[in-house]
Each structure stands twice: as C-alpha cells, then as structure tokens.
C-alpha cells in the first residue's frame, strides 16, 4: 500500500495531537448543576425548583428547558404548553 505525499505530514500532525491529549490530566470534569446536587441528596423539591429557577432565568434556553421537560414527564406531568 502506498502513502499519498500528503500521508506523512498527516500522521506527524495526527501523532503530536494524540501525544498531546494525554498530558492534558484526564477527562475534564464539569461542576454538577443545583438541582443535580439536589437529587443526589434526594431533595426532590429542591431539584425541581432549580430546574424551575434555571429556566426562569434563561426561558430561551433549551437546555434548560429540556432539563425541566424531563424532569415533568418523569414525574408524569403534561409537558409545559401542551394543550
């Protein structure tokens, strides 16, 4: 099998870039949000009314809103603006 001209410097490109991602520490790790620490305790009013505040605060935000639609339905609640 023959490597195209531009193979080499692909793979040199390819190797400093692996080599790199392992001096970075590990897998990054992201702060659990309010209503995630909540429910780790087991405080489901406290879970709910941070999903609530969160897409009080941002109402555009889907994730937000995602979270609190999720949160809804797993309690077997209509979704918000079902008719």
């Avoid at 040199?12 to 992201?30: E, I, K």
């Avoid at 935000?61 to 918000?80: E, F, K, M, T």
């Amino acid at each position: 099998m023959r490597i195209p001209s531009c193979g080499a410097p692909l793979l040199v490109c390819l190797a400093l870039a692996t080599s790199s991602l392992g001096a970075q520490g590990g897998t990054p790790t992201v702060a659990p949000s309010p209503a995630e620490t909540a429910l780790s305790t087991g405080d489901f009013d406290a879970a709910e009314r941070a999903l609530y505040a969160a897409a009080r605060r941002a109402p555009r935000d889907p994730s937000a809103r995602g979270a609190r639609g999720a949160w809804r339905a797993a309690r077997g609640q209509q979704p918000s603006g079902a008719g």
